[in-house]
């Protein structure tokens, strides 16, 4: 049997991803500050821990783990990343993380490690136009992303290289972009475009109002959390080492997946464009090496994806609502 450890396990991603593991008869250790917040955890084993602490990652590295998963980071959507309120936490918290981990693993000879790097590293000069942002892996230098988050994200990707350079250590990065489903934040600041229009779009009446930051034509791409989980395993099995883009390249405007959702809920809503943090202008998954070195493409189309997560969030709502009057 495959042994792995999940790091972020309690998070949207990691939680989905040990899901996955164990349908494919793998023993799983999660660790995490939390547990999973909509559904009971499938690892085998769950640590509750801080791996900013590196006594802490060495702890949940006390047995051989064929496979590491460091998913682990301080992170949300656009009002968490991009107002500058978050930035000391954000770099501070992630780059301790791994940091930490690495050397963990390093130190315990775990070899094979994959990290979760994102689409944010990406130069904001190269995304300035929403109909043809640039995104190929090898655009990323001269660096220039948009947040700290994506800095630190370009920090870790240059960590991680090191070691298997200097240490020959087994690693796996994948630059995510705009991973969304059932089960992610939608309601407590960290939720991302698709979960907070749903959750608008499902608490508005019909013919009423939601709020968008910006004018909505920026442009993004989203990929649902079934397909990126399948990538992320053809990656684990192939020799690629990455960085390599995980996403969709169903570029959509931000008006666009608004009413693509009211769309989904039969409603007819009025968009009111108010200021906010944004990002780039315009971002989108470039799927060529992904498609040359994996033979993989997104095969499920945004708004079966968008629907699933919508009728998910109106579920959350309706019980909320209720717990009101228990």
Known sequence: MVNALVCGAGGFIGSNLVKQLKKEGYWVRGIDLKHPEFSKTKADDFVIGDLRNPDICRHVLDQPFD?????????????????GDNDADIMHN????????????????????????????????????????????????????????????????RLYLSFHRNHNMDIRIARFHNIFGPEGSWN????????????????????????????????????????????????????IIGPINIGSEEMVTINGLAEMVMNIAGKKLRIKHIP???????????????????????????????KKT?????????KGKNKEYE
Not at 276 to 297: A, T
Request: net charge neutral.
């Open 67 to 83: 496979e590491v998963y460091q998913l682990a980071a301080d992170m949300g959507g656009a009002g968490y990343v991009f107002t």
């Open 94 to 157: 992630s780059a301790l993380i791994n940091l930490n981990m690495l050397e963990a693993c390093y130190q315990r000879d775990m070899k094979k490690i994959f990290y979760s790097s994102s689409a944010c590293i990406y130069p904001k000069y190269n995304q300035t136009d929403p109909d043809n942002p640039k995104t190929a892996e090898n655009s990323a230098y001269p660096a220039y992303p948009d947040s700290e988050y994506g800095w630190e994200k370009l920090f870790s990707e």
């Open 188 to 239: 407590d600041g960290r939720e991302k475009a698709p979960a907070a229009f749903c959750r608008k779009v499902a608490e508005a009446p019909d013919g009423g109002e939601i709020k968008m930051w910006g004018d909505g034509k920026q442009t993004r791409s989203f990929l649902y959390i079934d397909e990126c989980l399948e990538t992320v395993m053809r990656l684990m099995k192939s020799n």
């Open 276 to 306: 906010g943090p944004l990002g780039v202008r315009g971002r989108n998954s470039d799927n060529q090496l992904i498609r040359d070195k994996l033979g993989w493409e997104p095969k499920y189309p945004l708004r079966e994806g968008l």
């Open 310 to 318: 919508y009728l998910w969030i109106k579920k959350q709502i309706k």
